[in-house]
C-alpha cells in the first residue's frame, strides 16, 4: 500500500490551474519553481568548483612541480572518471524527477540505492586509471618528474573518487524534490573547512601536497555525510523507506539509461578539453595553452550557471511529465531557455566590454594578455552558445532522450566540430583562434539539433510515456519488501 503518496506537494502542481492564469502570471510562477532548484544549484555548484581550484592553488604555492602534477591528476585523470560517474548519475533526473511528478515518491529511494549500486561498480572498474596514472602519463609524452607526482597524487585520491559514488546520486535523490537547499549548505560548509585547513596545514604547518590531498577528500566525504544523514535521517519520510532488496532488481534496464546518460555528458564535458590537446601540440604553444587556460577559467566559472539551469531544467521538465503534463513541461523548458540567453546576453557583454581587462586577473604578461584579447570575442560567443545548450541537455534528461543525444553529439562534436577545428587550426594556420572557432561550429550544430528536436516534441506522448514507465516500476515495487528500514 502506497500509503501517504499524495501528500508531498508537487511544486504548486502545474496543470491545467496555472494554465488558467495570464501569461505574466504563469511567467512568475514557473520562475519562481525554476529558481527553487537554479539558485541552490548554482551555488552548491560554484562552491564545489572552488573547492577544487583552492586546493590547485594552495598546491601551486609549493612549488610549480606540485601545480603542474595536481593540476593534471585533478583536471586530467580525476576529471575522465569524474566526468563519467556525474553522467551516469543524471539517469537519476529522469527517474526520479518522472516518479516525484507522479507522487510515487517512495519510488526515488530506490531508484537511488540502484544508481549507488551501479556507480559502485563503475567506480570499481575505474580503479586501474588511478593506479596506472604514472605509466599513462609518460606514455602520452609528460616528463617522468610530472608523471610520478601525478600518479602518487591519483592514489590520494581514490577516497574522493568513491565519494562521488554516493553524492551524484543523493545530489539528485534531494535535488528532484526541491531539497536542494542542504546541498547548497552543505558546499558552502565543506568549501569552508576546504579552505579553512588548507591554510592551516598546508601553507601555516608546511605539511605538503599530501595534507592538500587529504584535506580535499575530507571536504568532499563530508558533504556525502551530510546529504546522506539528512536522506535517511527522518526528513525524507515518503521518498526514504529504508534500504530495500528491490535496489538489485531492473539493474539492466538502469544500466541502459545510465550508461547513455554517462555517454551524453562525457562527449560534452571531454569535448573543450580536446581544445587543450589540440592547442599543445601548435608552435609557441606555451603562450596558446596559457591564454586558452585562463579562457577556459573564466568558462568553467560561468558555466556553473547554465549548469544550475540544467539541472533546474531537467527536474522541472521530469516533474511535469511525470505527473501527465505535457503542455507544463513544454511551457517550463520555454521559461527556462529564455531566463537562461538573458543571463548569457548580460555575460557576453561583460566579456566583449572587457575584452583587454580580465585577463589581469591572472597574468601580467604582455604577451599572454595579448593572446587573451584575441581570443575574446570567442569566449563572448562561446558563452552565450552555452547559455542555450546544456538547458536543451537538461530538457533530454527530464525527458529520457539521453541515448539519442549520445549519438547527436558523438556527431556534433568529434566528427564536425573536432575535425573543422584542426581544419581551420593547421590547414589555414589560424592557430588556436581557428581550433576554438571550429569547436564551436560543433557546439552550434548540437545545440541546433536539440532546438529542433526540443520544437518538435509531442509533449503529450512524452508525459504519456513517463507515466507508463513510472507506473510500471511502482507496481513491481509493490511486490518488493524491505528488508532494513531506516528513517
Not at 518522472?98 to 549507488?116: D, E, I, T
Not at 572557432?437 to 504519456?464: H, N, P, S
Request: hydrophobic share 55%; glycine share 10%.
Amino acid at each position: 500500500m502506497e500509503m501517504g503518496e499524495g501528500k508531498l506537494p508537487l511544486l504548486g502542481d502545474v496543470g491545467a490551474e496555472d494554465q488558467e492564469l495570464g501569461p505574466v502570471k504563469r511567467v512568475c510562477t514557473e520562475s519562481k519553481k525554476l529558481w527553487r532548484i537554479v539558485g541552490p544549484a548554482i551555488l552548491s555548484r560554484i562552491a564545489l568548483y572552488t573547492m577544487n581550484v583552492a586546493t590547485q592553488a594552495f598546491a601551486g604555492h609549493l612549488g610549480d612541480l606540485e601545480l603542474a602534477s595536481t593540476s593534471i591528476a585533478i583536471t586530467v585523470i580525476f576529471g575522465f572518471s569524474l566526468g563519467l560517474l556525474l553522467g551516469m548519475a543524471s539517469a537519476l533526473e529522469t527517474l526520479c524527477g518522472q516518479a516525484f511528478g507522479a507522487k510515487h515518491y517512495r519510488m526515488m529511494g530506490v531508484y537511488m540505492q540502484r544508481s549507488w549500486i551501479v556507480l559502485f561498480c563503475v567506480g570499481v572498474l575505474l580503479l586501474p586509471i588511478y593506479i596506472f596514472t604514472t605509466p599513462i602519463l609518460k606514455l602520452i609524452g609528460q616528463p617522468d618528474d610530472i608523471a610520478e607526482q601525478a600518479g602518487q597524487v591519483s592514489i590520494w585520491l581514490i577516497p574522493l573518487h568513491f565519494a562521488f559514488v554516493f553524492h551524484f546520486p543523493l545530489q539528485r535523490f534531494l535535488q528532484c524534490q526541491v531539497k536542494n537547499h542542504i546541498i547548497a549548505y552543505g558546499s558552502a560548509a565543506s568549501l569552508v573547512i576546504n579552505v579553512f585547513l588548507n591554510w592551516l596545514f598546508v601553507q601555516r604547518f608546511h605539511m605538503g601536497l599530501f595534507a592538500a590531498t587529504l584535506i580535499l577528500n575530507l571536504s568532499w566525504w563530508i558533504l556525502v555525510f551530510v546529504q546522506f544523514a539528512y536522506a535517511v535521517g527522518g526528513w525524507c519520510p515518503l521518498t526514504w523507506t529504508g534500504f530495500t532488496m528491490e535496489a538489485f532488481s531492473g539493474l539492466w534496464e538502469f544500466v541502459k539509461l545510465s550508461a547513455a546518460s554517462g555517454v551524453m555528458l562525457c562527449l560534452e564535458n571531454w569535448y573543450y578539453r580536446v581544445l587543450i590537446l589540440l592547442t599543445g601540440n601548435l608552435k609557441n604553444a606555451k603562450v596558446a595553452v596559457d591564454a586558452l587556460s585562463i579562457c577556459m577559467t573564466i568558462n568553467g566559472w560561468e558555466m556553473m550557471i547554465p549548469l544550475g539551469f540544467f539541472a533546474g531544467t531537467g527536474v522541472r521538465v521530469a516533474n511535469e511529465l511525470g505527473a501527465g503534463h505535457g503542455k507544463a513541461a513544454k511551457f517550463a523548458t520555454i521559461v527556462s531557455v529564455c531566463t537562461s540567453i538573458v543571463i548569457g546576453v548580460l555575460f557576453w557583454i561583460l566579456i566583449v566590454g572587457l575584452h583587454d581587462k580580465f585577463a589581469l586577473i591572472f597574468t601580467n604578461s604582455p604577451i599572454v594578455i595579448d593572446a587573451v584579447n584575441k581570443l575574446s570575442i570567442l569566449l563572448a560567443f562561446t558563452i552565450l552558445l552555452n547559455s542555450v545548450q546544456p538547458i536543451l541537455s537538461g530538457v533530454a534528461v527530464g525527458s529520457g532522450w539521453q541515448a539519442i543525444v549520445a549519438y547527436i553529439n558523438v556527431g556534433s562534436y568529434y566528427f564536425i566540430g573536432v575535425p573543422l577545428g584542426i581544419f581551420l587550426g593547421w590547414v589555414f594556420k589560424l592557430g588556436v583562434l581557428g581550433i576554438w572557432a571550429g569547436m564551436i561550429g560543433g557546439t552550434t550544430v548540437q545545440t541546433v539539433i536539440l532546438a529542433y528536436l526540443t520544437i518538435r516534441c509531442d509533449w503529450d506522448k512524452e508525459a504519456m510515456k513517463a507515466s507508463i514507465r513510472v507506473g510500471k516500476d511502482a507496481i513491481v515495487r509493490r511486490k518488493q519488501p524491505c528488508f532494513v528500514l531506516v528513517k
